[in-house]
């Protein structure tokens, strides 16, 4: 199971693959990408990063109502008026995902364990020890052939959320990734010139 993909191919062709085939990932795949996300770093090497695979189909549908549940008044005005065709091609691979998470493989959700009860916007304090370990995982997804895309609006009832995945109330529920075999091929992000976001020194 070895990754037989530079460093670069990776990172510069890791898009967001939301059209996932149903065929079932060998778990030992599973594991090989969350050993990958815990290698990542943070804050005071806190490691309180925790990972549930949820491969379930009754608890895999509750986590896709969730997503549709907040998904679809988000996007409903952009579906009806699409900006751009780039836009209308996005919205329809996110329309996909909503009508067929419960049937991808596994829906792989990140969270933060804190040492104490959280809610409402502290929820989010400690995110930042998560994302490093998610975009591990988006790497290491696309150099095994799985598609991934990383998802939160399905995250947005946090409440909702531990009673699905039945979490403690220290846990911040922080990114759900679906995972499998994609459907279409990978292909290169496209994103603004260095450019255009970087300055050396200071900014003007
Ligand atoms: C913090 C964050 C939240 C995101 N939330 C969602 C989401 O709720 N639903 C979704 O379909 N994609 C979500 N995405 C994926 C982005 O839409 C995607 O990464 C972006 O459009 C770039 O896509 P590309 O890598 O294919 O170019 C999220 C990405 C990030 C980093």
Not at 69 to 92: C, F, M, S, T
Not at 156 to 169: K, T, V
């Amino acid at each position: 199971m070895s990754e037989q993909i530079t460093l670069d191919e990776a990172i510069y062709n890791c898009r967001a693959m939301r059209k996932i085939k149903p065929e079932t990932i060998p778990e030992e795949k599973l594991i090989r990408l969350i050993d990958a996300a815990n290698q990542a770093p943070s804050g005071s090497n806190s490691q309180r990063a925790r990972w549930v695979v949820v491969r379930d189909p009754e608890i895999k549908k509750k986590l896709s109502d969730q997503n549709r549940k907040h998904g679809e008044p988000y996007i409903a005005e952009d579906v009806k008026n699409p900006k751009n065709a780039k836009q209308k091609r996005l919205l329809e691979a996110v329309v996909w995902q909503m009508d067929h998470m419960h049937e991808i493989p596994a829906l792989i959700v990140a969270c933060f364990e804190y040492p104490e009860k959280v809610e409402g916007i502290h929820v989010y304090r400690q995110a930042g020890s998560v994302w490093p370990g998610i975009q591990n995982l988006l790497l290491t997804a696309r150099a095994l052939g799985l598609g991934a895309a990383p998802t939160t609006l399905s995250l947005r009832d946090q409440g909702a959320i531990r009673d699905i995945l039945n979490l403690p109330d220290t846990f911040a529920a922080l990114c759900l990734i679906p995972v499998g075999y994609p459907m279409g091929k990978f292909g290169p992000v496209t994103r603004k010139p260095v450019s255009d976001i970087m300055r050396f020194d200071t900014w003007d």
